[in-house]
């Protein structure tokens, strides 16, 4: 059976939750079986973000990442264009490029000598004569090739040929990420280096807490955020507050305009953006411009996540369900002068990756989520998700599905109702829209 | 070989033998104000212009590997103040995830001292080993090439710059909180 050929779901994953009264069975955060359904019903459809394109701005250039658990190679053609492939060699499955990045005209197996091109094609062969005619049509051996889409320099495959287009995978969601990816003309860029790390932790931990949990961030991050504010969050007010939820993507968010920026400890940074906020207002509308840097945190589903104002982006990982490996890029207004990229890579790093101040506490909490359920009885307990269950709003601007309040499980309960709808469904025609879209085939801004 | 570490060179003038002892018993003592977590005492080993650095560490191949930049990114791209902010946290009664506190044990390998063209300044390469154990059974073992720049600072060794190569490529732990 080919990959897009989905098997009848093996059980009724949404007995695993009430999103109306609220709570997650456990066991989707340690069921081996649930896990291995993941990587087909998810990972093997999604669309799934594989790299920026200042990571990979040349001929040649590549990055290797990783589609659930498929390891795949990232590269930028002789064409221009970039494609994604599995790095695995058609003869016998060895990995084809062991490097994280690089430069590389072709790509060789180390077992057979395999040659591929940066487009993914089977090139040649080593001693193609003990090939007979007939033996090998070279056209028909090159690696699996994904789908390839980007959205405003963001990069994105999906193995699956049924998904939908990756504007409408997005949805209105796009409209939330021109509010980062767009508040200036130079748009983002990514900064050179990739910061990796294992964590004992299910990937849809790390992915909640983007996608939805403003609430932990004035317990789990007290002591950082004193250290890098010289005090406190402020205490917390549900005013103007609000997380929106498309397609399982999330982003909750508050309107001050600044609350993540303030997090880097940067005055320079908050000058500039003080500075850019007018242009920023004229470009994306006042509301964005303030959405922009304010105390937020968002994801997208299925896996990658971000900070706008800390200016961290992410992906999750996974690697069974009791592991997952994290990457952290920073990212800076490409436009900016070289000392406010500085100052951003600088506060981003000290807050926001494996040694970060604020991080630093989070790896613990999700490990512990997931260790607990070693436990057969813990395993089969219940956990709460019942933080605003009747907080949803209609709002003339916001797009999506709306709830007031940034301290809130909205958005994570419609996470893991997206979850259930691809685990259930055998085919992306059968995944149901949960709500409406706005600017279906417009552009967002 | 690192890319970071190519720029070794053999020493024109072989440091004397007590200038050897006198940093090595510099940095077991840096290793034991870590290991107590005395981590303000430790600070005043450092210069008030320190540059504490750890790059990102990124598996290239050898015909394309190039050195870090200092716009990289970093898990420790730190002046002093920013080492102060990592101590501030610490000690606040509000850091969860080091009470109950973890045990650590700093080791240093392979002491090489290095004159330089400034008589008060050495350059001195080593290798930081760091042994974790925490909560109930972690263990979490660390090795990182280091590179120093020690100044002497009246009379006193103190540490000016370090660059830390990160002997892992995916850094196998949820939480970097040491200094090696």
Partial sequence: ???????????????YMDLKEGWVDRRIFWDEAIYERELEAIFARCWQFVAHDSQVP????????YIGEDGVIVSRHTDGEVYVYLNACTH?????????????????????????????????????????????????WGPRKARVASYKGMIFA??????????????????????????????IEFLPGTIKSYANANWKFGVENFIGDAYHAWWTHDAGGRAMMGGPFPPYDPSDTFQASVNGHGWEFALEGVGDIAILGSQEVIDYYTAQRPKMAQRIGELRARLFGSLASAAMFPNM?????????????????????????????????????????????????????????????????????????SRHEKLHYGCGKSRQIEHPELPG???????????????????????????????????????AGRPTR | MNAIAKDVQAATQPPSLELVSEVQQFYYREAR??????????????????????????????????????????????????????????????????DPATRTAHLVHNVEVEHTENADEYRVHSISQVYRNMNEDEEHTLYC??????????????VARRLLTLQQNIFMNKSLNVFP
């Fill in chain 1, 1 to 15: 059976m080919k990959p897009h050929e989905h098997a009848q779901p093996p059980q009724d994953y949404s007995r």
């Fill in chain 1, 58 to 65: 040349n001929a040649g250039d590549f990055v290797t990442t």
């Fill in chain 1, 92 to 140: 016998r499955g060895n990995k084809i490029c062991f490097a994280d990045e690089g430069n590389a005209r072709r790509f060789t197996c180390n077992y057979h000598g395999w040659a591929y091109s940066t487009a993914g094609e089977l090139l040649g062969l080593p001693s193609e004569h003990a090939y007979d005619p007939g033996d090998i049509d070279r056209t028909q």
């Fill in chain 1, 158 to 187: 999906t193995f699956d040929p049924e998904a939908p287009s990756l504007d409408d995978y997005l949805g209105d969601y796009r409209w939330y990420l021109d509010a980062f990816l767009d508040n200036d003309e130079g748009g």
């Fill in chain 1, 305 to 377: 996540t971000f900070l706008p104002g800390i200016h961290t982006f992410r992906t999750w990982l996974p690697r069974g369900p009791r592991k997952l490996e994290l990457r952290i890029w920073t990212v800076v207004p490409k436009n900016a002068p070289e000392s406010v990229k500085q100052a951003i890579n600088i506060g981003c790093n000290l807050t926001f990756n494996p040694a970060g101040t604020l991080e630093m506490d989070d790896g613990e909490n999700w490990e512990g989520n997931t260790r607990t359920n070693r436990g057969w009885v």
């Fill in chain 1, 401 to 439: 599905i709306v709830h007031e309040g940034q301290f809130n499980d909205a958005n994570q309960r419609l996470f893991y109702q997206r979850w259930a709808d691809l685990m259930n469904a055998k085919s992306w025609s059968e995944v149901p829209q949960r709500y409406t879209p706005r600017y």
């Fill in chain 2, 33 to 98: 104000l870590k290991d107590r977590q005395d981590y303000r005492a430790w600070l005043a080993l450092l210069t008030d212009d320190i540059h504490y650095w750890m790059p990102a560490r990124v598996q290239r191949y050898r015909r394309d590997e190039r050195p870090p930049s200092r716009l990289d990114s970093a898990y420790y791209n730190d002046s002093m103040r920013e080492l102060d902010k990592r101590i501030t946290r610490l000690e606040t009664d509000t850091c969860w995830t080091e």
């Fill in chain 2, 145 to 158: 090439l280091r590179e120093d720049l020690l100044r002497r600072v009246d009379g006193q060794l103190r």
